[in-house]
């Protein structure tokens, strides 16, 4: 016979994956696939990496929600619309959450470093960036591809207009902000105006990191939608970890 004794960041980590799924499930935001997937993000990016990983995902799945459903009808009008209302499945979770959660186990098995959480916000940011792009941005017919600057139906992967691009910035701006409202470091490994400013920045280039792969990749048909989502986060991470070392 065993006890398991809960400390205090793995009951907060409780309390928070219970409260996403209650709040998914009443708003409509995930599916019951989707659900299943949180739930397993949702215990190992609080679990093993820490629970404000997961109020910073969290808050990426609501403003990612309220960017889906804004004008909805008018998306739909013109098939901009995300399928099924906008109710995320487990590859939406994956695609971007995926990256975190790797990032999470990694922080488990390798006892942590002082890079993680610059890490994670960075990955999220640019899921927020991409989203809030991608749902803002296709109803600007200003619409032109990143890779050849060529005028592009609006939607078109790899699109870019002037109101995507702000609203990415919005998007990065509002997670970095967000993991300025938690942060953990009480012995100011980096400084908070720095760290807003990578994030932020890592979410912006992340959002064009996944425009490039859509207008190289994904409309060639070498990858899928998740998968270049999938990509984008990683790239935070990567980014994350080179300005990290490079410029801190």
Partial sequence: MFTIILGEDQF???????SLLLASRVKDMLDMSGLIAATIVGLVVSLLGHWTWLVTLMSFLIIGSTATKWRYEEKLQLSLNEANEGIRSWKNVMANGGAVTLLAIYNAYSGGYDWMYLAAVSSIAVASSDTLASEIG?????????????????????????????????????IATVGIALFPFSNHVIAMPIFFFFTASIGWLGCQVDSILGALLENRGYLGKHSVNFLATLSGVVMAVIFYNNLL
């Fill in 12 to 18: 907060i980590s409780l309390i928070l994956v219970a």
């Fill in 138 to 174: 296709s109803l600007d017919h200003r619409t032109r591809s990143i890779t050849t600057l060529e005028a592009v139906p609006a939607g078109t992967n790899g699109g870019m207009s002037p109101t995507g691009t702000i609203a990415a910035a919005a998007g990065a701006i509002f």
